[in-house]
């Protein structure tokens, strides 16, 4: 299949929606993106890779981060990750506290802001410190990218804990629950500046290869996790991946896939490639308008739905 | 891949789980099922079927009727049912008013009660008739499964509606919020007709083969609604198709499911088969204990999740 | 203390709201009611009332039988009725069925709709037929107010059942929960007839006196409940007498009073007097906007708060 | 009235009750109270008390403490206070988020956690600092029972802080939705110290004066609030003084009235008295059990209710 056509043809169609979305704004740091930006990657697991736009622009990544630390606590954790955090869809908007209060301090699943802060605390507890599990997931970012350069941008990190008083309200709440293991402002700091790493599309794209190929990078042979832990992996982020849109994007879309607020999105083929898409302008769930509709037209036009 | 030999595996290994499970007890219709009960088909695209255990018994399809509805709403109208039903997980038991008051009596997804309730009233309205919108659902079933005995179990869909007062208030509460055209009364009733129809594990698993071919019975070639439909359709399967254990299902089995209380779950795998197994004992979910099991273990040793 | 004087105070004072406010419009026959109309009535102990506006003019009482049936099951079951319905107030619209699921279909006290429809059913209960505690109520009616030409307005019962949807689900999930032992139908359609009373400020006034008189009837001497209930009747209109707005009505008022969607609140001053007032204009919480602050000048101008 | 011996049966009628109730324990200094403790104070407007049992041992007014900040706020604040806090009962535990988050981070009223942090809030911004907000509390307190020597006790204000989580969740939601002023630590440390305030029921008796008589201490004279202020604290004292027992409490003692986990309860007889029981075992609504039964046998002995 002739992806460099497919992805030149996604790019024109997406243009007449670039002035649609509304960029996050509720801190600065993401206020002052352009949102006309539009960039595509997919890598194959031979490392072919087609770009379209601006796929050398880096951009926060967010809660497509959520990814990588699920990734982390879940090999360290296996099954017993489930006695704190679920795995269904919440029905709720990402940052709900009325669940988390019915369901007794435990998020529903890893990708609501909640279970993503407790992944955060599990992996302070057995990193048994804070900067260190930071940088086990970054590192780990850098090895499934394979790229070094890859930083957490301080400013937007610090920005986000200026402003994050709901998130402070869901720690402290799974804490009243005896849910957290460590002291809400280094667990929801900790968790922000995984939140403010930034990354490109190429990297993005790049980093799905080993949810694609069942654990194992298909270009290095490094098995990162089980092989069923990255089919489960991936139908976490088929059911809960966009908040209270995965429904909708599982209709539309058909692949596993995850969302940030800076207005990414990665993906993955299963068997085949990884994606990720990038504009900076949100759709009312809070997922990036035109990258969603890019995905919809990459599996029109390619038949690639896992469906 | 030896199907058959799969099968028998499946079979002695859920053998000790059989006494688990209770039998669904709020009419007695169902309550009188004997619970050590099993049984297992699959039906590959080109006719072939392998089975294991009572594949000849029928037993009542109950929610699984709601993908037959939802299939025939969709092709009628198009997205444009989608004014009226949602396609997002609920988060939320199957029969629960909470969201349902919430989003102003537009329920979640066409596998809850009120969609499925919903979904049905738009057959009404279509077809301008009750019985006709029943006869229309049951003709397409006959057609799929290729199967011309199959019925409605009166006994039972009386007895659904002498304690289906839950439904009546979901259907009420639809009907304030003018989201239901016809007599809440009706529309239970023909709803509760279809949930009674009787079917066993070789025509359900016969009846999936349209969802897993795209849109087309690859045996008769019959294409019953579009390839982006049929995708869709188990897309909403995926996300939806467990009540409350969606994720769970997903994460665990990996394939488009659609479960009922009378202890049937069919599920497919695209471009390759359709399966069904019953197994009367349900989990805390509602969802057939057995069952879920058996289909865990399908794709665990068939390497067959669409992840 | 010259209560004519006040009334004629109030009432001129009350002139430049009755343009605001909103006639209820889920019926026809309340949406065709003429908002700018205006009556209050007072009767003391010894017989003397003082009446202003048009205190002549029959409205539809609605929510405000809920007091005489409520008395009508207290007599009857004594506190065996805090099995089927609460005392505590709600925090939720008047027809919300969200609490009702979350508390297992038990109402929160019988001034929500749902727990009138209870008590309705209890009473249908008791006199083993619907007509026969639709007239038991009536009767009541007639001896607390020594009116005996009063009756329930059959086209807006019939209305209220044609549009009565909401109340129809709140009596199924009761149902649904074994929280209601007669046929929901017969259940609300009683409940509706009873709420299509129609009365004037007089009669109310005067029905008010055996709860101002510790359950004696401070002209004819018949004690109608005891004064313990009496009491803990009005400690319920206090707290719940007025939706979601009670607080504020018991701040700003400070008397136990209960309004409906016709227009009326009655409320009473303990050992002195019973009061009515009626405009047909309510508020956003659907109480009568003019009567709420015509009661409010009354106890600002009387200093008869019960605070 | 023999007041002083309607104490004495009292006392003598919930000796078997002593033994049931359960201590708050959620923090060491409250669980190791000794729950077999009961006392009762009632002072009238000449300075004349009487008293029952343990009534010079000081515990830990916690939700009391409420009522003083409130009344402070409303002072400085008047009705502009309710653009930030409501008046009207919750229907809901004392420290849910459910409701809060619902309603965009407006407290239902001055008595539930929430609320009584905005209160603290307020005050801190008004005296622009919290140490003087806390002292501008604690001096009125000294004033209004006339007695210079409370204090609050630091262990319990610290242990709170540690378990505070619930607390600071609270906290921090209310900050996402901008009602919120000062720094959420700050507020609820504010917050703690006030509610580890000591006092013992003859003080506390005493206290309840000036909202007994309109507003004025019938001792001093001294004017702490106007008239309507007065009346109105005391309307939400009985819609909301006693968590989701607070139409139960109206129905069962009807006085305006004020409980705290600690074991005390406040409440008043309009234009007669102060009273206040206390007894640390509490029922399953968080209330003194004792004390909540003293208060029933005083308004059923005396016929002293407000209804």
Redesign the interface.
Known sequence: MNYQLILDEISQEIQPLLHEGKVADYIPALADVNKNQFAMSITLFDGTTHNIGSTNELFSIQSISKVFSFTKALKIYRISLYNRI???????PFN????L??EHGIP??PFINAGAINVTDSLISHYKDASMAYEEVLSFIKAISEESSIYSNEIVANSEMLNG??N???A??M??FNNLDNE?KEVVQTYFKQCAIEMNTKMLSRSMLYLANRGVDPITNIRYISE?Q???I???M???GHY?????F???V?L?GKSGVGGGIVALV?NLMGICVWSPGLNEQGNSLVGTKALELFT?KTGL???
Do not use: H
């Open positions: 679920g795995k269904e869809p919440s029905g709720n709900s506290l009325v669940q209060e019915y529903r699943n008083y709901r402070m309200a869901l402290n709440l804490k009243s809400t069923p990255a089919k489960r991936n139908a976490v088929l059911t809960c209270d849109a995965s429904g909708d599982a209709y539309k058909g596993p299963p029109t739905s896992i469906f």
